[in-house]
């Protein structure tokens, strides 16, 4: 790489990319923040924190003939990443299910030298603000294995848009089989396991039920596997999701009940919490209400000590829902006015308007 044509001034920022891998990109929020600048390298990351009515964007001069792994490690917010070329080309959207924690990968090569643009941006509803670390995981020439990872990254990407829609959701079966040929010739087993997943999705949106768990299920084997607790526990709720569906809600809370070690042992407490409300649902369900409402306990004492009012307000809402079930109206519209005055704090209009139908439904009875 040739340093001088590495440094390069941009809009509002400067980069310089030199043989030892340094980086300085310019980040700027818009919408409702105002311009910011922000220095990446290998050894110092960017961490920002994002809200649902922002998007951030990142811009550097690279080099052509460059294979770049960006990574964006999630903490209480769902993170989406596009990447564009010079020309503003779309070069690919990154959004692997990992719940508002977790990490997403974006691999892009540069097929030309010039100035490349990251945005990234939540379609979170919720109005608390999340943090995100934007780093670099890796930065070389492009190798023979890099551009195999890179056909492979765009045939998932390529099958991802098929299945987004009803009228090509079965096109994107072959075009995933394709993607999952690569990774397991090169060994990629986390990259195995999403796409496993993504089919088990696709054939679960087409309701061949046994198929998405086929897949689901070999997917489930890979993150037991190599231990990836988050990915195991957010399959097995996928698994519990499946099986309620079919109106087997002991075998749905059978996986409820599997994922809750794996997300504590993730250290993810935000859907270790949530999850507890999903299994007192599922007791709800089977209509063993002693023990639905002791987990609901268990959720709103959890809810109490995270930092996150959405949760908080949410949890208060489902056990409104779950007392409301079982009868017991006054502990109800006392649930919902909690978590109703939560949600206007937030701002969270559609969710005000929902719970204040319910509170005028119950007191009309």
Sequence with gaps: MKENKNRGRLKNFWLVAVVSFLFVFGANCSRNSSPDKNQLTMENPVTDRI?????????????????????????????????????????????????????????????????YRVEIYTLSERAEPGEYKLEIAAF?????????????????????ILRSKPETRRESIP??????????????????GNTLRAMGFAYQRMDELEKAKEHFGKALEIWDRIGDSRSAAFTHIIFGVIHKKQNDYENGLREDLAAQPLWEQAGDMPEY??????????????????????????????????ERKSIQ?????????????????????????????????????????????????????
């Design 273 to 306: 919490t949530q999850n507890l409300v999903r299994i007192g649902n599922d007791y709800i369900k089977l209509q063993n209400n002693a023990e639905a409402i002791a987990y609901f306990e268990k959720a709103l004492e959890n809810s109490r000590r995270l």
């Design 175 to 192: 075009v995933y089989e394709k993607a999952l040929q690569i990774w397991r010739e090169l060994g990629e087993i986390s990259d195995e």
């Design 313 to 365: 307000a949410y949890v208060l809402s489902e056990c409104g829902n779950a007392q409301a079930t079982v009868g017991n109206k006054n502990e109800a519209l006392n649930f919902y006015r909690q978590s109703l005055a939560l949600w206007k704090n937030l701002k969270q209009d559609k969710v005000v308007t929902s719970l204040e139908e319910k509170i005028a439904k119950l007191e009309a009875n």
């Design 140 to 160: 070389r020439p492009l190798t023979e294995r890099d551009n195999k990872i890179l056909a492979a990254v765009k045939l998932h990407q390529q099958a991802d």
């Design 51 to 115: 809200m649902n009515d922002q998007v951030h964007t990142y811009t550097a001069e690279l080099e052509k003939g460059q294979f770049v792994n960006l990574t964006v490690e999630q903490h209480d917010v769902d993170v989406i990443t596009k990447v564009f070329t010079p020309t503003g080309e779309l070069i690919g959207e990154f959004d692997t299910p990992t719940s508002g924690r977790g990490t997403e990968a974006i691999r892009i090569g540069t097929e030309t030298a010039g100035e």
